[in-house]
């Protein structure tokens, strides 16, 4: 069974940066896309940002786009997210996610496995 633990959430203040962490353990990480996620209270989940197994392609939200960065490190099973120039409106529950199948979507009934979140919060 996979497990995904995410890290690195806290509170900054408006301009800051934080890099939140994915560890996988369980499955053949390097095979799967992986993707990060967001929620905010009384908020639909909504896409990040998404990147292939071999890290070659990404996929951003546009409102992220410019300022949020994903990789990953296969030989350490892990997927990063680093945030910068953070908004009061990306305060949210941050999630990564795992996809069973090549392609990159950003629709999370698509993403398979799940970990249990992340925090988020960006003071003005």
């Known amino acids: 069974q996979v497990q995904l633990v995410e890290s690195g959430g806290g509170l900054v203040q408006a301009g800051g940066s934080l890099r939140l962490s994915c560890a996988v353990s369980?499955?053949?990480?390097?095979?799967?896309?992986m993707g990060w996620f967001r929620q905010a209270p009384g908020k639909e989940r909504e896409f990040v940002a998404a990147?292939?197994?071999?890290?070659?392609?990404?996929l951003y939200a546009d409102s992220v786009k410019g300022r949020f960065t994903i990789s990953r490190d296969n030989a350490k099973n892990t997927a990063y997210l680093q945030m910068n120039s953070l908004k009061p409106e990306d305060t949210a529950v941050y999630y990564c996610?795992?996809?069973?199948?090549?392609?990159?979507?950003?629709?999370?009934?698509?993403?398979?496995?799940w970990g249990q979140g992340t925090q988020v919060t960006v003071s003005s």
């Open positions: 996610a795992v996809r069973q199948a090549s392609m990159l979507l950003t629709t999370p009934e698509y993403w398979n496995d």
């Open positions: 369980g499955r053949t990480f390097s095979t799967y896309p």
């Open positions: 990147i292939s197994w071999s890290g070659v392609s990404t």
